[in-house]
């Protein structure tokens, strides 16, 4: 049950008898409560009204199971304060003693807490404190699931806004007393808040317990990432204890070494927390570089006096990027070893093989020379064959193939081009690792390359794109169009999702469901709303 009554509130007076109908009607306990304009809610009615509705839906038949009452409002408001003496003598209903901060998260924080606790135990049924702020980074959220916690009585801390999911939906693993979901993501009553359905079916919170292992995805911005879509049901479907999470880390191109350094304070805190159970995570742009880095950096301080053994990948360590964390513990739970991989290149590679075949002594030239273009122009050239790379800026092409060169002694498997006449050999295949034709990227309709000459050059080419939003980029399209053999962006997705999926659970990831859901989802977000046409 939510909440009701929000767009007239002037007086509730007038309301009471329709609100204690609500409650006595209710098949489950009810919260009531009305927060005033003051305190981030829609009242702005007499504050002696709503002392009367309490006090009134308390003496009912069927009284609500809680009622949720500002703590501010009781120091403020000699009515609420009465009514709140009056009310701490009864069993029911419970008292939730609450604050709230929808703007940020308060300096005195664990003050408060202190404060609403000392209050909330004057009840002679036990209080309950509720406090929920803003939360500004995944670490509030942390610091919200310590409260609850540490606390010596029953708690609510949730983080309002994208970075309080992980204190909402872990609440039950930290002892939470209650976590708050809306029927329709227009219900919610707080910004931030999951659905119902987000929560059970998605985020499994019926199965969330303390020993529950945390996964997520690191990113700026990870709200309409496929992985957390893609990583619950997997586990769900190989009955695995396990949720992920979009885990967001906000970064400032302005302020890179800022940025590596939250992401990297973030990483550690998560890896470190004695009581998450962090066992891995997706990292994506503009985290993976940072992700190699931290690698670097931890494996170096190894020798001296580290007790995590850290490890980077081949991969990673050639390019410099890196899309996965494997968090390994003993059985006490302490963490022993961290080992850091690139899933990408392989899963690309994989993707191309299965079309053209053994990649050894193929031919393909890349579109595009950042993190992507690395990853995947190592990973081929690894497996023998050879990589041409065009790029917007010229110059960052050579610089990245100066790079994979000088990482293999003595090779020159990659070369960097102008135009496609630079690639002398026939070509295989041509893959654009560029955002062009994504939906919401720089060019959505655009091309990333021209096709028709090189078609007629290389009749048998196969096209690829690592875009797989939307699946039929204008790129394929046109492939499609010039009879080319295609392969669209979401193999490799699923790909370097599935070899995550196997590194954190030892198990093979369910490949066809990963397919299936991407796909589905895909297509439901490309449909017009209902009612459109
Ligand atoms: P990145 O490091 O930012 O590199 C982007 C590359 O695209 C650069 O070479 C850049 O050229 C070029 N570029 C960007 N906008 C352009 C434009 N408007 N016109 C021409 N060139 C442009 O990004 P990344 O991490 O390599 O990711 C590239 C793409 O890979 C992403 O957009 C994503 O769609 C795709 N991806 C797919 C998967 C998957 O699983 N399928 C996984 C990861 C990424 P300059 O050097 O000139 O700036």
Redesign the pocket.
């Known amino acids: 049950m939510d909440a009701f009554f929000t767009s007239e509130p002037a007086e509730v007076s007038w309301r009471s008898d329709q609100i204690a109908q609500i409650v006595s009607e209710s098949p489950v306990a009810c919260i009531v409560t009305c927060r005033s304009s003051r305190e981030g809610g829609e009242y702005t009615g007499d504050p002696e009204a709503v002392a009367d509705l309490y006090r009134r839906l308390a003496e009912e038949a069927s009284p609500p199971g809680w009622i949720d009452i500002e703590l501010s409002s009781i120091e403020r408001e000699p009515t609420q304060r009465t009514w709140f003496a009056e009310a701490a003598q009864s069993e029911r209903p419970r008292l939730v003693l609450s604050f709230h901060d929808f703007g940020g998260r308060p300096l005195d924080l664990a003050r408060r807490s202190l404060a609403l606790r000392e209050k909330a135990d004057l009840a002679r049924a036990p209080g309950i404190v509720k406090i929920a702020h803003r939360a500004r980074s995944i670490r509030d959220s942390l610091d919200l699931l310590d409260l609850c916690a540490a606390a010596s009585g029953p708690t609510i801390a949730l983080g309002m806004g994208e970075f309080g999911l992980l204190s909402r939906v872990l609440a039950p693993k930290f002892g939470g007393y209650l976590t708050f979901a809306a029927l329709h993501a227009s219900m919610a009553t707080a910004p931030g808040q999951p659905t119902i359905s987000e929560l059970l079916d998605q985020y499994r919170f019926r199965s969330i317990s303390r020993t529950t292992p945390v996964y997520g995805v690191l990113g700026w911005p990870v709200g309409h990432s496929l992985s957390p879509l893609l990583h619950n049901a997997g586990l769900a479907s190989l009955n695995r204890q396990g949720v992920y999470l979009p885990l967001p880390v906000a970064a400032d191109p302005a302020d890179p070494e800022g940025s590596f350094a939250s992401f990297k304070g973030t990483l550690l805190e998560l890896i470190h927390h004695p009581r998450l159970c962090f066992a891995g995570c997706s990292v994506?742009?503009?985290h993976?570089e940072h992700l190699a880095r931290v690698g670097a950096q931890e494996s170096a301080r190894e020798s001296s006096h580290a007790e995590v053994r850290w490890s980077i990948d081949e991969l990673t360590r050639k390019v410099g990027?890196a899309?996965t964390l494997v968090v390994e513990r003993n059985p006490d739970g302490r963490v022993i070893a961290c080992r850091v991989l690139n899933t990408?290149g392989p899963?690309?590679a994989d993707c191309l093989q299965e079309v053209v075949g053994d990649l050894a002594g193929k031919s393909v030239l890349l579109?595009?020379?950042?993190?992507?273009?690395?990853?995947i122009g190592m990973e081929l050239a690894l497996r023998g064959a050879r990589v041409w790379i065009t790029?917007?800026?010229p110059a960052?092409?050579r610089e990245l193939c100066a790079k994979l060169n000088a990482g293999v002694p003595g090779s020159s498997r990659w070369t960097a081009i102008e135009d496609t006449q630079g690639a002398e050999e026939v070509l295989n295949a041509v893959i654009?690792?560029?955002?062009?034709g994504?939906h919401s990227?720089?060019?959505p309709a655009?091309l990333?390359i021209v096709l028709d000459a090189l078609a007629l050059r290389n009749p048998g080419l196969v096209v690829m794109?690592?875009?797989?939003?939307p699946m039929q980029t204008p790129l394929l399209v046109r492939a499609r169009q010039l009879r080319l053999a295609v392969i669209d962006?979401?193999?490799?997705?699923?790909?370097?999702?599935a070899a995550q999926f196997t590194a954190w659970t030892q198990s093979p990831a369910p490949v066809e469901l990963f397919e299936r859901l991407v796909r589905s989802e895909l297509d439901r977000r490309a449909a017009p709303p209902v009612g459109e046409s």
């Open positions: 994506t742009i503009p993976k990027a899309n990408d899963a690309a579109v595009g020379a950042g993190g992507v273009a690395a990853g790029n917007r800026t960052r092409a654009n690792c560029t955002p062009i994504m990227g720089p060019d655009g990333p794109d690592t875009v797989y939003n962006g979401v193999g490799m997705f699923v790909r370097q999702a």
